[in-house]
């Protein structure tokens, strides 16, 4: 029972974050160009200032306070997670991309990485909707979950292969492409691409459907 309460939880978080990935990397890759990848969100940034800021309403604390608006932020995420699920997500999706495209200098640093998120979590139809959820194998000990990018077998001379896609966490919007052997890959039915991609940007937090305590 613990197990479906903390999915119906976590999913509106995940999928928050999910939706505001493109707006986070877009930040974290400026803070990289400004020399300020180490601790982007700590206390001492100037996004751990703001959220300190917001934190004082509830406490004069400045260590409490950090950490109570990291919690309003998260709360905050939580809540656009709620409001994706429903049926304004193209809406919203349409008013974020418009609104941070415009800002000169990060509107073509943004737009890809919005694409590349947004096909990640693509609803049936999109541009993904080709791809399905596999497991691959790597020996005898280690599985990875991947996705397989069409059912087409490739054969360069060393035997049928087929080509997947392993993303990267917490944000997937990279990874590896490798050509796998065939019996080495086993398709996932629980999984769907939505329910990968949370699982990578949760970092295993959010449990995949399927998976047991």
Request: glycine share 14%; charged share 10%; hydrophobic share 50%.
């Amino acid at each position: 029972m613990g197990g479906p309460l903390l999915r119906r939880i976590l999913a509106p978080f995940a999928t928050g974050l999910l939706f505001l990935a493109p707006v986070l990397l877009t930040i974290i890759i400026l803070n990289w160009l400004s020399g300020y990848l180490v601790a982007a969100l700590g206390p001492d940034t100037p996004l751990g200032h703001a959220l300190g800021a917001a934190g004082m309403i509830f406490t004069p604390s400045p260590f409490a306070a950090f950490w109570a608006g990291l919690g309003m932020a998260a709360l905050l995420v939580w809540l656009i997670g709620l409001a994706v699920q429903t049926r304004f997500r193209p809406q919203l999706e349409g008013g974020l991309d418009g609104l941070i495209s415009r800002i000169p200098g990060i509107g073509p640093l943004y737009r890809p990485l919005a694409q590349f998120v947004r096909m990640m979590g693509a609803a049936p139809g999109g541009e993904m909707s080709g791809m399905s959820v596999v497991s691959v194998s790597f020996g005898d000990t280690v599985e990875a979950l991947a996705l397989l990018t069409s059912p087409r077998i490739h054969d360069f001379g060393q035997g049928p292969r087929y080509l997947i896609l392993i993303p990267t966490a917490p944000v997937p919007v990279g990874g590896g492409m490798l050509f796998v052997e065939t019996s080495r890959v086993k398709p996932v039915p629980s999984m769907g691409v939505d329910d990968l991609a949370k699982l990578y940007v949760t970092m295993g937090t959010l449990p995949a459907p399927g998976s047991t305590k």
